[in-house]
């Protein structure tokens, strides 16, 4: 079976991801969703959350550690195929362990994002399997990325 895990910070980021998840969970894909808080709209048994990370929070780098541990220990436990993702930071070390574990990687970059990449985007872009813009004006920023429309 097909494992995919979707993961993403809060906010507008979650928002899509929720739209990615109601489009695969009829479909015969184990799913792992992964995001900051645990208030969530969706209810799945493999939901797992990261604490929040705030780069302007004294205990930043605390946080981003324990994060950084949690998420090997998430795709040690999981071993998915594929992790999709619509950002933002907090996803980077759950992406990464990802990679090595010799998952797809599958980015979103920020609806918001009209006119400038996002800093995760720059540093997914280096690795991911496939990257997505939902603005065709963000092709100049990520020349091989995909333009298929917005999720919204």
């Given at each position: 079976?097909?494992?995919i895990a979707l993961i993403s910070s809060t906010g507008g980021h979650w928002t899509q991801l929720s739209i990615l998840f109601n489009e695969l969970q009829n479909t015969k894909t184990e799913l792992q969703i992964v995001t900051e808080k645990n208030k969530s709209n969706i209810?799945?048994?493999n939901l797992l959350f990261l604490h929040q990370q705030d780069r302007k929070n004294k205990y930043f780098l605390a946080i981003f550690i324990l994060n950084?541990?949690?998420?090997?220990?998430?795709?040690?436990?999981?071993?998915?195929?594929?992790?999709?993702?619509?950002?933002?930071g907090v996803v980077i070390p759950y992406l990464v362990f990802s990679k090595i574990f010799g998952a797809k990687i599958i980015f979103i970059e920020s609806y918001a994002k009209i006119n400038s990449p996002t800093m995760t985007g720059k540093i997914v872009y280096k690795f991911a399997d496939e990257f997505f813009v939902q603005w065709p004006d963000m092709l100049k920023f990520y020349p091989k990325a995909y333009y298929k429309g917005s999720l919204y």
């Open positions: 079976m097909r494992k209810l799945n048994d950084i541990i949690k998420s090997l220990y998430y795709v040690i436990k999981f071993r998915p195929n594929y992790v999709i993702s619509t950002g933002a």
